[in-house]
């Protein structure tokens, strides 16, 4: 099984697309993880991107797409899971040209929506974990001990980008250049729209149903 997640900054892509792949044994490909690797580890991929992330902005077309192919190509899991890839029209473009030439398919295409005043909350508490990335929120999912990350013991930290101005220009990007990719997908096979403005628990429930329908 194949699938993308779609949606705004903080719509929860990240926590609930980490949950189904582990359950349903998919390959994560979290676009913006993949790239604060590179960024962490220098690579040329990596020092290109950094100054576009820091900013809010989008890495150029060229840089993600390469990297994601990769990923796609060396796959040994028994499907994947889109997180943050693609996030404009040019990139789902490119992505079935790939799919095309690697003879694969998408099998699911979910949007997931919140109202922006739920994104920008979400954003301003979150805390990842240096060590392991996994993600906490301040005030929905705090940590036992403060500071600490309770499945390792790791140091949770702010993103740079979850700064209350670099979230603003996020969001702006999102609307101008993620969202006409809903008109790209709605009338996809496999397409299917989620509200993930509940809590944790009951938009998983419902991002499984959507999945196995
Ligand atoms: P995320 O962790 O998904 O919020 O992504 C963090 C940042 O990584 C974004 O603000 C972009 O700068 C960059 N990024 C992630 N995915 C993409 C993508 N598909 N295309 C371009 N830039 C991306």
Same mark, same amino acid.
């Given at each position: ?12 892509? #990240? ?21 604060? @690797? ?10 290109? @991107? ?39 029209? @040019?990139?789902?473009?490119? +992505? ?50 403060? #500071? ?7 140091? +949770? ?48 429930? @419902? ?7």
């Amino acid at each position: 099984m194949n699938l993308i997640l779609f949606g705004p900054p903080g719509v929860g892509k #990240g926590t609930q697309g980490e949950k189904l792949a582990s359950e349903y044994g998919l390959s994560h490909l979290a676009m913006g993880d993949i790239l604060r @690797a590179a960024v962490r580890d220098e690579t040329e991929a990596g020092v290109q @991107a950094k100054q576009f992330m820091d900013a809010g902005q989008l890495v150029p077309d060229a840089v993600v797409v390469a990297m994601i192919e990769e990923r796609i190509v060396g796959g040994d899991k028994s499907g994947f899971l889109l997180d943050g890839f693609p996030r404009n029209v @040019a990139q789902a473009e490119a +992505l079935d040209a790939m799919l095309d030439k690697h003879g694969l398919s998408i099998d699911r295409i979910v949007f997931m929506d919140a109202p922006e005043e739920n994104l920008l909350k979400r954003l301003c508490g979150r805390m990842i974990c240096r060590a392991c990335g996994f993600g906490f929120h301040r005030q929905y999912s705090p940590p036992l001990k403060s #500071g600490c990350c309770d499945r390792c013991g790791g140091e +949770l930290y702010q993103r740079d980008d979850d700064r209350e101005d670099v979230i603003s220009h996020r969001l702006e990007v999102y609307r101008e250049q993620t969202a006409p990719l809903l008109d790209f997908y709605r009338h996809q096979d496999g397409f299917f729209r989620l509200d993930a403005s509940g809590e944790m628990d009951a938009v998983y429930a @419902a991002l499984k149903e959507a999945v196995i329908r």
